[in-house]
């Protein structure tokens, strides 16, 4: 039996984008409207099972209903570029799915729909429309189900004629006449001023349509008859314009949205793309069979060893001095806990295998000190990760030369899959199994048979060694092999030294702030209880919204699927009504504090060294920033007195000695200082004036005693706006300005500062021309969506390509700075050590004698990193613990 399924996508892309908190790829595309329509799609599936599916969208800004009334849809806002950068993907998704989509110039998404329903009607057809817009209520009959989504986009409310009665009292026709007595401000219909849902009902039920009701305007009283009379004509244009038109010429349309369901692999692909890993988990998706790759035979040009007993230490010692790479197979995300299953050695036209337990005795010695041996270059695969696993186990890694890995994410930076079986495919090279397929994955995970071990830490060594020379050719080709060589693989050197060091943490310190702490969020809850008149669960989000919009009747700013929102965005907005929310809000804070820093940490720390250990990562970020995770010190909330407190209890490990930290200043922009090479920009760096001072004074046009602190604060947000490509929409939640005046405040910016935007528009131009941008250190971002037929696509790959040479290049210098820095700290014999890097900062232990020497020594490192047309400055504090030392 037949079964259509017909979505408005715009309206529910609409819904999606709101409903959904923001989200982004690691490209750094947005794409929360796009995973919120994709959920509503798999319950959709679920649920309806369909044998016929469409997407209906809107083609343009005109419809044949501009020509009766020009401010149709006048009064909407300009749809924000984080979501309108997201359309051409869903269609890509959509495509994906396997799902029909449509459009027709001078038309709408509810033309097209409300035909197929009238065909559907006709054929004796079940169809099912979803939208979050209730005009399309009038398609109802006994053959169409409307479904409403209400509260986000997954939950949804169905109706027919029967419901449309109950709810209403009204035929699914007479939602016309609703539309025409009271208006629709999101599509600026007019209606009848003063006429509301409830009065529109009322005459309805009474006249039962606009007509009549102006027929008998002698019915009604004072007021009321004179604007019915005023606006007669408005009510009929209103209606005209509510009348879903449903003659739209698609007759053939209606046999071309038969859906066969999805092909597993596509999906996987587009899903890996977007980085949706909880769905294509949810769906038993595997992506490592979707790099597009025809499937490539494995790999049997070797002859496999496995090293045990009987191996002669002749054979080890030959294999291991023509070894040209090994792989270390350590499992599980964090290496400083991952386990060691073995290594494989490949050479010549054999590769060796070792367990565990081989590379941990007496015949895995010879390995071992091959491992440990700095004059022996070795070349492998995640060899960061490798290094951080075997030193937990005892074995030494140096003399690392090349990362397979590490080259791929340079070759690639907005690629998320790095695993090898990808990359295979990629390069078209003998194929290897997931690690999914041999070791399966979550509560499933087993370490195979041994032979079945050995098979697939063989293969990986073969797929590393027919990489390698791929990747040499392909650095040097696209010029960066220097990027590689000078910064990347040393660095990882680096950071493996920094994580295996870690960072003493004093345990007290976090207990003593989790009691003060759980003191004050008793003290909050006290006064939040007082101001409610009533005690509930703060951290339950229905009955949050329970107290304040229905007892406290504070307004409604955005609802979810499950009720009113009390995220943290509408919070903010609700402060300045009622001092309850300002307590809500802080109270918040302090449980986020006490869950993930205080009661988290404690839970990092290592018992057998008393610190914890980080794990930074090259291979995230499109932009070449590090991240850090297990655990993530970057992300310590430093706004809250409370949150910066939490760094007290990073303290030496030395008795005597000292914290000392350095962080850059204002980075990103010296970078676009001299990037653009804006003249106003780079007199304020080169005079120290201070640059948001400088930005106010010059968009605002006033003297440097005249800028305030809000002018100031304008022009901080407006400049670290330029830097990260944000948008009036961005701009304007920042400051909590309108999107108009956001514009404005942008488009003064650029008038005061001609060379920044010369810039902007000039590296557009070579991005259109190379089809990428780089930074000064020749870090390359492709961007393909530059050369886009779609506006919205390409508008987002403009603005990554203006930013991306700014944040790329930060995240160079201090890459180069922490290179150096560690060299020179050989170099001299200094004992200090460094520790972390968190953002624009590096931070180190420091012994009492050197103290003096390194206040110096790292900010001019730092500030020497690179030479720019304005000086880097770096800024350095020293205390007894990290809290101090900011």
């Known amino acids: ?394 074995i030494e890694l140096r003399g690392t030369s090349f990362d397979v890995m590490l080259a791929a994410y340079l070759l690639d930076p907005t690629e998320s899959d790095q695993t090898l079986s990808f990359l295979a495919g990629k390069y078209g090279i003998p194929s290897i199994a997931s690690d999914e397929a041999v070791y399966g994955k979550g509560a499933k995970f087993k370490v195979p048979e041994a032979d079945v071990l050995a098979r697939h830490l063989a293969q990986k060594a073969a797929c590393v060694k027919r990489l390698i020379p791929l990747q040499y050719e392909e650095l040097e080709k696209n010029g960066m092999s220097n990027l590689y060589f000078d910064l990347e693989q040393p660095l990882s050197v680096v950071l493996a030294s920094m994580e295996k060091k870690g960072i003493k943490v004093n345990p007290e310190v976090l207990q003593e702030l989790g009691r003060e702490l759980e003191r004050n969020i008793a003290q909050y809850m006290s006064d939040i209880y007082t101001h409610a008149g009533m005690e509930f669960n703060i951290n339950s989000p229905k009955q949050l919204g329970e107290v304040l919009f229905e007892k406290l009747q504070l307004p409604v700013i955005k609802k979810t699927k499950t009720g009113y929102s009390t995220d943290a965005e509408v919070l903010e907005k609700l402060e300045p009504y009622h001092e309850i929310v300002r307590l809500i809000l802080h109270f918040r804070q302090l449980s986020k504090l006490q869950s993930t820093y205080v009661e988290g940490l404690l839970k990092e720390i290592r018992q057998d060294t008393g610190k914890v250990h980080t794990y930074y990562r090259q291979t995230i970020a499109a932009t070449g920033r590090l991240s850090s995770q297990f655990p993530n010190l970057q992300n310590i909330p430093i706004r809250l007195e409370e949150g910066r407190r939490i760094r007290k209890a990073f303290v030496p490990s030395e008795p005597g000695w000292y914290m000392l930290a350095a962080d850059y200043s204002q980075i990103e922009l010296r970078v676009l200082a001299h990037i653009s090479g804006d003249e106003k920009m780079k007199e304020a760096f080169l005079n120290d004036i201070d640059i948001h001072t400088k930005t106010a004074m010059d968009v605002f046009g006033v003297s440097q005693e005249a800028v305030d602190a809000n002018m100031r604060r304008q022009a901080k947000a407006v400049n670290f706006g330029i830097v990260y490509g944000i948008s009036d929409f961005g701009l304007s939640n920042n400051l909590g300005i309108t999107r108009k005046d956001a514009g404005r405040f942008i488009e003064q910016y650029f008038e005061a500062f001609q060379g920044v935007r010369a810039y902007m528009d000039n590296i557009v131009m070579q991005a259109r021309r190379d089809g990428y941008v780089t930074t000064l250190l020749e870090r390359r971002r492709y961007l393909p969506e530059i050369k886009a037929s779609n506006f919205n696509l390409r508008s987002f790959a403009e603005r990554t390509a203006m930013n991306t040479p700014i944040q790329g290049t930060a995240a160079d210098i201090i890459k180069l700075a922490m290179v150096k820095m560690d060299k020179v700290l050989e170099e001299r014999g200094l004992r200090s050590r460094m520790l972390l890097q968190v953002h624009d900062e590096l931070v180190f232990e420091v012994p009492e004698d050197e103290l003096e020497t390194m206040k110096t020594l790292v900010p001019e490192v730092m500030e020497s990193a690179i030479q720019l047309d304005v000086p880097l400055k770096a800024d350095v504090n020293f205390g007894v613990n990290w809290y101090e030392a900011k």
């Open 1 to 394: 039996m037949e079964k259509w399924v017909l979505i408005d996508g715009n309206s529910i892309a609409y819904r999606a984008f709101f409903a959904m908190p923001p989200l982004t790829n690691s490209a750094g595309m947005h794409t929360n409207a796009v995973f919120g329509f994709t959920q509503m799609l798999l319950k959709l599936l679920e649920e309806e099972k369909p044998t016929h599916m469409l997407v209906a969208f809107d083609a343009g800004k005109v419809t044949f209903r501009h020509e009766g009334y020009e401010e149709y849809k006048g009064g909407r806002q300009k749809t924000p570029p984080e979501l309108s950068e997201q359309f051409p993907i869903l269609k890509e998704t959509l495509k994906a799915f396997g799902i029909a989509q449509f459009e027709l110039s001078g038309y709408e998404a509810d033309d097209i729909i409300g035909t197929l329903t009238r065909i559907a009607d006709e054929r004796g057809v079940q169809a099912v429309v979803v939208s979050g817009d209730k005009d399309m209520l009038q398609l109802a009959s006994d053959h169409v189900t409307i479904a409403i989504t209400r509260k986000g986009v997954t939950e949804i409310e169905h109706y027919n004629p029967g419901a449309i009665q109950e709810k209403y009292g009204l035929t699914p026709l007479q939602i016309i006449d609703l539309k025409g007595l009271m208006g629709d401000t999101s599509d600026n219909i007019p209606g009848i001023p003063g006429v509301g849902e409830k009065t529109a009902l009322k005459m309805l039920h009474e006249f039962g349509s606009v007509e009549n009701v102006l027929a008998n305007t002698d019915s009604l009283k004072g007021k009321m008859k004179e604007k019915v009379e005023t606006h007669k004509e408005d009510a009929i244009m209103s209606k005209k314009l509510a009348t879903i038109y449903r003659e739209v010429p698609i007759e053939n349309k209606a046999d071309e949205i038969a859906y066969a369901g999805y092909d597993k692999a596509t999906l996987a692909e587009s899903f890996r793309k977007l980085e949706f890993k909880s769905l294509i988990e949810r769906l038993d998706l595997n992506a490592s069979d979707a790099s597009g790759a025809e499937a490539v035979p494995a790999d049997e040009s070797y002859e496999l060893i496995v090293v045990d007993e009987s191996t002669t230490m002749e054979t080890l010692n030959e294999a291991l001095a023509g070894t040209e790479c090994v792989y270390i197979e350590a499992v599980g995300e964090n290496a400083h806990q991952a386990p060691l299953l073995g290594l494989a050695l490949s050479a010549g036209e054999r590769v060796l295998v070792l367990s565990h337990d081989t590379l941990m005795g007496p015949v895995g010695e010879p390995v071992r000190s091959w491992l440990a041996d700095p004059e022996a270059p070795k070349q492998g695969y995640d060899l960061h990760k490798a290094e951080l696993a075997l030193s937990w186990h005892g």
